[in-house]
């Protein structure tokens, strides 16, 4: 029998940062596909939509009028999940029924007045201003004495659950932490008891040298498929020095953050030649005033698609009831993402 | 300020039987939705497709030839994620790139020759032969040496990325015990070895007194709306009695067991008019040779739908990056199942 080939036989991942495992079947990807065929989002738009209720100087479903802005704007979410005012309290019956009020804040980010753009056309000055509204918005909420996590994150896309086209993201942030960044702590902060240095700073360094999984790269930032990946085309944008969250980040490394940005969304649109859908967000220290070393500040980026513009990765019946599970490698995407050109096709065909 | 309740109030709830936190924003359900609208599935299907390669005598993508089969029929999936001749193998490199070999098996299902039905159009006497092969199969395959866990599920409709309307499930099994049922052995074995009965049981015994989230009963299970759902219409099965797998069930349990999920799929069915998209499955004891009295057969079914036949549930950003998040209460979507009627809207309008 042949000797195992993590390129051919199926095989089970284990996700340093979360404490997960995925389920790896690269020998699945020749299956053909019958089932559901997505649409893409139309390619044109005009800059400005008079329906729009993010369009500068339009009136929200709420009776608010949007400024007319020309960089970026943030508000409080018209439908937020998080309200501020929640009265404490719990419920628990044995054990069995437990629950427990929460607060927040839910707010939305628009990225630029243009309805037209999405992060990948916007340029990397004008990103820049994303990336230091993210960080005043870090900062304001964080130190909120009941906002003990801040959530940034962008769905891009129809097929994301994004109901507006214009290029926007979104903050919940609130009392407890999430799940995910919650897991990321307790095996962040595992490593670094035990070695003194952050998990993702040890696994970049490892990364870099083998370059097989690496997408591209800053003075100040890396974007890799992680060996863990999930999705088809997941990535993880991580920054070289172990930053705890974006506030850390000196003017340098902002600029850098946007370039890192702007070139995988660039190589993400020009995969199938189609505005590409995701969602993506950041990963920071809680700010539950703790000192949090074994933070290491990073983005993910979790896109659908599959094979194609129209043929989706479907996380169902086995993955919600037994674990994640991928067909193609995270090597093949990285090399597929690798290979992509950093100019927009859009830029590229005019 | 007034007092926290459940129904008003952003909450957050527990999940007993997996150890995770689900966030619950009943007061957002009002939000207008302007995002991506669903394709209800065709409603009209011929009894035998030439073009199907399930119906009975048709041949399959690798040659094969289906028999021509009358009730139902089982086979090795001609695409499996999983094989049984996977070479041993492992990679570990300092802690952060870790895989392993996973060997298995994958097959197909067939529930009825006829490609036209779905589970709540067959009759009680037919889904019954669907739970024998059930049980005949976790026992053929349970008791396989190199077989740890035993995954029956089924995708139903294309939203739920089923690529032929042809009613089947599937079974995926294998070397280790993937992540639900893991985390849910945890949970249960650390309330068993407390309580010395079945986490299950006592939550069956509270939610029966209670009744808010019970949708419908027999002698032998209890359908309800857990009270950690994350999906809007997520329900759970449960067995009356703690049985740790299918193939301890009576007779009499496993028609009870085929009336049960008759009768929830005619009810979501009969919530928004259509064939109800879900992807559902059943929970067991692992087997891997020990002994799991802590283990409380149950089934899960997770439908994407929210409030019509086209607007779905979105897990996109803060559910992929935070926790998993909801809109509607579970006793809203209990009080709206328990409301519908069990014949099916099909036959009402014949
Ligand atoms: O095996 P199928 O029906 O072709 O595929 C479907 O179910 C599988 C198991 O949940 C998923 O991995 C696939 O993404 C989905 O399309
Ligand atoms: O807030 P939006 O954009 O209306 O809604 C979208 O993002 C939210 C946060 O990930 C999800 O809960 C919703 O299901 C999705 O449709």
Chains 1, 2 share one sequence.
Not at 37 to 55: F, S
Not at 84 to 111: M, Q
Not at 191 to 198: A, D, E, F, L, N
Not at 252 to 266: F, H, K
């Amino acid at each position: 029998m042949a000797a195992f080939d993590s390129t051919e036989h199926p095989h089970r991942r284990f996700n340093a940062l979360n404490g997960e495992w995925v389920l790896v079947s690269p020998h699945r990807s020749k299956r053909p596909w019958q089932g559901q065929q997505e649409t893409p989002d139309a390619e044109q738009r005009p800059a400005y939509d008079p329906g729009c209720y993010l369009c500068p100087g339009n009136t929200r479903a709420n009776g608010a009028v949007n400024p007319t802005y020309t960089n970026t704007f943030v508000f409080d979410n018209d439908f937020a999940a998080l309200l501020p005012d929640t009265p404490a309290g719990f419920i628990d019956e044995s054990g069995l029924l437990r629950a427990e009020a929460e607060s927040g804040v839910g707010r939305v980010i628009c990225f630029s007045p243009r309805h037209d753009l999405t992060l990948p056309e916007m340029s990397t000055p004008d990103i820049r201003k994303v990336v230091d509204l993210w960080a005043d918005e870090f900062l304001a909420l964080g130190t909120q004495p009941d906002i003990n996590y801040v959530q940034i994150f962008e769905n891009k896309g129809t097929m994301m659950g994004c109901s507006n086209p214009h290029p926007h993201g979104q903050i919940w942030a609130q009392r407890t932490v999430p799940s995910e960044p919650a897991k990321e702590t307790v095996q962040q902060l595992a490593y670094y008891q035990q070695h003194g240095r952050t998990l993702l700073a040890d696994y970049l360094g490892i990364e870099l040298e083998k370059k097989e999984r690496v997408v591209l790269e800053n003075d100040h930032f890396v974007v890799l498929v992680p060996f863990w990946a999930v999705w088809p085309f997941e990535t993880l944008l991580v920054a070289r020095r172990p930053v705890q969250d974006i506030t850390q980040l000196a003017p340098e490394e902002r600029d850098a953050l946007a370039d890192a940005i702007r070139r995988l969304t660039i190589r993400y649109d020009n995969l199938f030649n189609i505005s590409f859908p995701y969602s993506a967000g950041l990963h920071q220290r809680p700010t539950d005033g703790q000192e949090h070393p074994e933070w290491h500040l990073h983005m993910h980026f979790y896109p659908p698609l599959l094979r194609s513009a129209t043929v989706r990765k479907f996380m169902v019946g086995y993955e919600m009831l037994g674990n994640p599970q991928r067909d193609i490698t995270p090597e093949f995407s990285a090399d597929r993402l690798r290979s992509l050109p950093e100019v927009h096709y859009k830029a590229a065909t005019q």
